[in-house]
């Protein structure tokens, strides 16, 4: 059976050779009509395609990320406030990651459509990123994921501010300590970092009871725009300059967002019970946000240099925020598995779900300096807000500021002439 496939295999190349040059004239004529289709309707005093349709663009791109997440909790004692003053303003616990970091980016674009990858060269912690995606003129849309690192990342636990206030209140009433301490001091020095109680040396401590972890943060993502004034208006232009903005022109936008957030970590809230390993923890949040916004393009000299402003504010039309823990135990036969482990009380507010209005955006400045047909360079800068919450506070939010130099050439020659 194999051997009768391979031979109709062969025969169906060797069949097929004599009218490979038909097939090349077809597909020319089909990408030829495919031109004509998306070019038919642009004002071409205004916008004009390159002269090619493939670019490879290589980058150097900065970006500064925030992410702050408010983890709301309850005290099961109605009585806790009258013991411990001050406390009620210390109902949040908070994960605080600032990540900064240089990564070399890769992209690939043809006819509108293209591909990204981004490799990590210095800063604190890892990061992966790759997207795809389509900036037309009249439509567009990018889709990605990215995965950071929390080593650098914060987490301030309220929850033993009680213990800790009572503790070292023995300690001055014995006259071991002189300083009586309240609760705003001592919460202002309870912030524990990763590198303070994992030894670097003693990294195969991980997982053990006595010892929280983050681990990362990932990041499903997908957004479009439509211009209304694209005949005259190129967003393209401004986006690694696959098409020319050969005249000054602005358009106003309808906008929208989609995203999914999930942060992992281990014996964070949910303590394992077990010695196995530590608990596994995810907290996540999905949400969808529309807008509109305006762009303008401004250009001296026929689209050789070009400068692009433009501000995308959008509101959140759903949001779901999520927390599960699981735990690894042994079974009646001795084997390990997974369960997942029992709601806390106390952590009743992040299992609810309704949502809370919150706004976000886009904004973007860019310069694109043609050089010649087939050589391009540029910048960006792009800061992008997102903000998920329900009606308890339970919050997932993200700033990030993306700053990108590029060099790009340009290759196949379109077939159609202006």
């Known amino acids: 059976m194999r051997k009768t496939f391979i031979l ?124 795809l995606g389509s900036n037309g003129n009249k439509f567009g849309f990018k889709m990605g994921f990215e995965r950071n690192s929390l080593n650098n990342a914060r987490f301030r636990d309220y929850r033993y501010l009680p213990l800790m206030y009572s503790f070292l209140d023995v300690l001055y009433e014995a006259g071991a300590i002189d300083k009586h301490y309240s609760i705003d001091e001592i919460a202002h020095h309870s912030v524990y970092e990763r590198d303070d109680i994992i030894d670097k040396e003693d990294e195969a401590k991980i997982g053990e009871n006595d010892m929280w972890e983050l681990d990362d943060i990932i990041r499903w993502y997908g957004n479009f725009y439509y211009a209304f004034n694209h005949r005259k208006f190129s967003m393209s232009a401004a986006n690694y300059a696959q098409y020319i903005q050969k005249r000054s022109a602005g358009s106003f936008f309808v906008t929208g967002d989609i995203n999914f957030t999930r942060l992992h970590a281990h014996d964070l809230l949910n303590t394992s019970n077990d010695t196995i390993r530590a608990s596994r923890e995810r907290f996540s949040a999905f949400g969808i946000a529309l807008g509109a916004g305006y762009g303008y393009n401004w250009t001296p000299n026929q689209g050789k240099f070009l400068l692009h402003g433009s501000i995308r504010p959008m509101i959140d039309v759903y949001s779901h925020m999520d927390y599960d823990a699981h735990d690894w135990v042994h079974d009646d036969e001795g084997n390990v598995k997974k369960v997942k482990m029992e709601r806390i009380p106390e952590l009743q507010p992040l299992y609810d779900h309704k949502m809370k209005l919150t706004f976000g955006g886009v904004a973007r400045v860019a310069a694109v300096w043609n050089i010649s047909p087939r050589i391009v360079t540029g910048a960006n800068m792009e800061l992008t807000i997102r903000d998920n919450r329900n009606s308890k506070d339970y919050r997932m939010y993200n700033s990030c500021l993306n700053l990108n130099a590029y060099f790009a050439m340009r290759f196949i020659k379109n077939k159609r002439r202006y």
């Open 8 to 131: 109709l295999s062969l025969s169906a190349i060797l069949c097929a050779l004599p009218h490979a040059s038909f097939s090349q004239g077809f597909f020319e004529k089909v990408d030829l009509g495919i031109d004509k289709f998306k070019y038919s309707k642009l004002d071409t005093n205004y916008i004009a395609p390159p002269q090619y349709k493939l670019m490879i663009s290589v980058g150097n791109k900065t970006f500064w990320n925030h992410d702050n997440i408010h983890i709301p909790f309850s005290w099961n004692d109605p009585d806790i406030y009258e013991n411990y003053p001050g406390l009620e303003n210390y109902e949040t616990e908070e994960i605080l990651s600032r990540t900064s970091q240089t990564s070399l980016n890769l992209r690939v674009s043809y006819c509108g459509f293209s591909a990204s990858y981004a490799f990590t060269l210095n800063g604190k912690g890892s990061r992966k990123a790759f997207a």
